[in-house]
């Protein structure tokens, strides 16, 4: 009998919003028990799941009759350290998400199989019969078997797989075979690769003197949590101060997270962090194998890797010694992630890790978002300015261009045909922006204004002429190109622009000067925007014409003109963000012009140049569209003066969106003060990939009555039978509104 009977508290991944007790498994005398942060395998119903032990606990709800024990512990180290379970906890709480699931977003996926945390080898050991087989010659009649048995006391007793592999072909038949005899074992054991300490490959420049003061004051912050907003644009630097932060962190033996938004999108910073330490660095992202994930993870985790660079889920990769995190693009939406399970701000959550850890974080950006400078507003980060570009290079030119007063061709306006005719010949690059892909986003009937739908969506097919397809951009759907209307048989037209078709309007204006695309048609395959890229940065391409993609981490020092085709979208939405991420476009792609000695130009296409908005932007730069779009949103209560979160229903039908909805709202009952409920409403493209979506939004004033309301709240509409029919999620901080 053990006199004090323990209850381990085990994260499961289900939808249940609880953990689960068991009994402690049955190991040996001397065994360990498992520990918080371990993985198991338990019995869940009748099936065996991989669970993490959160907590262990000398007491359990259920009387232990009714307890299991834990099947197998996982790990002979926890996979999870104390601050990782501590992150995890935290984001369940705030995201109102089943801590098991979270878990699940956190790990990766071969993990949550009982993959091993430790990497391990598979190794061939002599025994004592197999030692004295060899001696004696053995076994006579099978060749192979010998002479695995004679190599094997060549190499001292033992082997690893892939040596006996180099050694010869057929060795595991045969190794096999001698097992059954008892002359060999087989054995899993774990590879102990011995952390190289980091070097430093390259010195860099010397720093500019705001530079050196922003490494001064996180330097000064390095064992205690301090929040930084590090503003400058594209070009002044920025990077250069992580690499130098990350020297320092280095230098005391502790590990750095970078994240950023796509890493496809910036291979220029992980080449720059490869180009400067002879450090091990892991690099984690969406496109990864399962296999090159547990690797990377495996290398963060036992200290190998110094430095871990990665997109959104990276904010969850273990660190040892966890010296700096550093979010670059802080104001990109990639970081938040607003689909699936979890809906979780990977910039948040770094904030909130660092806070954790107890180190300084630092939130890169040239167009920071009003979330983070409100936050410097109240003290709360402190603000770093890179106000110069390095180099020789002056900041560009903006100027907007009245599509209402100039004739307009195939999109791009006289003035701005002229502008560019101007740069090419001095020998410039010339951008050109639009933010859509395709050759043009409508089929249009010329005889009865029949305009190709998609059928699964409330949304216009977009045609892809080169492909000679009609796609939906919204779900996928993909349908061959029609000669004639599908209605009345008549001719057909495409209308309007994509970057397609603004590349074939170029081709012919500029016919002997080579053009290159950059948008998601292009780059799907790997590779291809390395070759886009390069030709770009080459001067090979005169011409680049893209999406937003152009706007992320490149560097094209000879583009010296940007033309930016349509600013309108956006400027009228009913998103409230929606100004300030054109804001963060427009400057962003401004940024791409000018980064070498010749003056960059920027010409921006608008029908409306009266718009606040732009005036505010091009008169007063960022800081002054930032400021006045604070006072426009403290005015009307919305983040980041109040608190939002919406939960998020779809269905078969509007009817049964909308009720799971309406009930749900009838559920809260009379709402806390200072709060509110808005809607439900459908969403703004009602009809998405067949199904039909809708919001109800929860606004407070403050952050703990809305997590409170909540807390109470989400049990009732989890127990709504109208939840069956219906998918639906709570985005807490939602960074889209439809
Ligand atoms: P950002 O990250 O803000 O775009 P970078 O750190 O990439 O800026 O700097 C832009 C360019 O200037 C890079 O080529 C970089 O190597 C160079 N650079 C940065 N800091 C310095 C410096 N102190 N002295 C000289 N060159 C620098
Ligand atoms: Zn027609
Ligand atoms: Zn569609």
Redesign the pocket.
């Known amino acids: 009998m053990r006199p004090n009977p323990q209850f381990f508290r085990v994260a499961i991944d289900t939808p249940l919003r609880r953990l689960f007790d068991y009994l402690p498994p049955a190991l040996p005398e001397s065994a360990t028990g498992p520990k918080p942060g371990m993985r198991v395998r338990v019995p869940f119903g009748r099936r065996r799941l991989v669970g993490v032990v959160m907590a262990v606990s000398d007491t359990s709800d259920l009387p232990a009759e009714r307890l299991r024990p834990i099947l197998e512990v996982l790990d002979g180290t926890p996979a999870l350290d104390a601050s990782a379970l501590e992150l995890i906890q935290w984001a369940a709480e705030y995201y109102h998400h089943p801590v098991g699931q979270v878990l699940a977003s956190a790990l990766p996926r071969l993990m949550r199989l009982g993959a091993s945390v430790v990497a391990t080898e598979e190794r061939w050991t002599l025994t004592g019969g197999g030692l004295a087989a060899a001696a004696a010659g053995e076994p006579r009649r099978a060749a192979k078997q010998r002479a695995l048995l004679d190599f094997l006391v060549s190499t001292g007793g033992a082997a690893a797989a892939g040596s006996l592999s180099e050694h010869s072909v057929g060795w595991r038949d045969a190794a096999r075979s001698l097992e059954k005899r008892g002359f060999l074992a087989r054995a899993e054991v774990a590879l102990v690769e011995v952390a190289e300490p980091a070097r430093v490959r390259a010195a860099g420049?010397?720093?500019?003197p705001e530079?050196r003061d922003a490494v001064e004051r996180v330097g000064q912050a390095s064992r205690a949590y301090a929040a930084f907003l590090l503003e400058?644009?594209?070009?002044?630097?920025?990077?250069?101060?992580y690499l130098r932060l990350t020297e320092e962190a280095l230098a005391q033996r502790r590990a750095v997270l970078v994240l950023v938004p796509e890493i496809g999108l910036t291979p220029q910073l992980v080449g720059r962090f490869r180009e400067r330490f002879a450090a091990p660095l892991a690099v984690l992202h969406s496109a990864l194998t399962d296999q090159e994930r547990l690797a990377a993870w495996r290398a963060a985790w036992s200290g190998q890797a110094r430095i871990v660079l990665g997109t959104r889920s990276a904010v969850f990769a273990p660190l040892p010694d966890l010296g700096l995190i550093v979010v670059d693009e802080e104001h990109d939406a990639s970081f938040k992630q607003h689909e699936g399970a979890l809906r979780y701000s990977a910039r948040d959550l770094a904030v909130v890790r660092a806070r954790l850890a107890r180190v300084p974080v630092v939130l890169g950006s040239a167009t920071p978002s009003l979330e983070t400078l409100n936050n410097v507003a109240s003290g709360r980060y402190t603000r770093l300015r890179?106000l110069r570009r390095?180099?020789e290079s002056q900041p560009p030119r903006l100027a907007l261009i009245d599509l209402r007063e100039t004739t307009v061709e195939a999109g791009i306006s006289t003035p701005a045909t002229l502008a560019m005719e101007r740069h090419l010949a001095a020998d410039g690059q010339v951008l050109v922006f639009l933010n859509r892909r395709g050759y043009a986003p409508t089929l249009l009937c010329t005889a009865c204004g029949w305009i190709a739908p998609c059928r699964e969506c409330d949304a216009r097919l977009t045609v892809h002429l080169a492909a000679a397809r009609l796609r939906c951009h919204h779900c996928g759907a993909d349908a061959p190109l029609p000669a004639r209307c599908l209605q009345c048989g008549f001719a057909v037209k495409p209308v309007g622009q994509g970057t397609e078709r603004i590349e074939a309007a170029l081709a012919t204006r500029f016919p002997h000067l080579p053009i290159v695309r950059l948008d998601r048609d292009v780059v799907r395959r790997r590779g291809d925007l390395a070759e886009v890229v390069r030709r770009m940065a080459s001067g090979e391409a005169r011409i680049l014409v893209g999406t937003q993609m152009v706007t992320k981490g490149h560097?094209f020092p000879n583009v010296t003109l940007v033309v930016v085709l349509n600013a309108d979208q956006g400027l009228f939405s009913t998103d409230f963000r929606a100004p300030e991420r054109l804001a963060q476009t427009i400057v962003q792609v401004a940024g791409r012009a000018g980064r070498g000695p010749k003056p960059g130009e920027v010409l921006i296409q608008t029908e409306f140049p009266q718009h606040p908005l732009l005036m505010s932007l091009l008169e007063r730069g960022y800081d002054g569209f930032a400021e006045a779009a604070l006072a426009e949103r403290l005015q009307a209560s919305w983040p980041p003066f109040s608190r939002l979160a919406a939960l998020r229903a779809s269905g078969k039908t509007r009817d049964t969106a909308l009720g799971f909805l309406s009930e749900a709202r009838a559920a809260a009952g009379t709402t806390p003060r200072g709060l509110k409920l808005l809607g439900p409403v459908p969403a703004a493209m009602a009809k998405r990939a067949g199904r039909y979506h809708a919001q109800l939004l929860i606004e407070s004033h403050e952050r703990r009555p809305l997590h409170q309301f909540l807390d109470a709240w989400l049990p009732r509409v989890e127990a709504q039978k109208s939840a069956q029919r219906v998918r639906w999620a709570l985005d807490v901080d939602p960074l889209e509104l439809f």
Request: hydrophobic content about 25%.
């Open positions: 420049p010397t720093l500019l530079q400058g644009v594209t070009g002044s630097g920025k990077t250069e101060v890179l390095t180099g560097d």
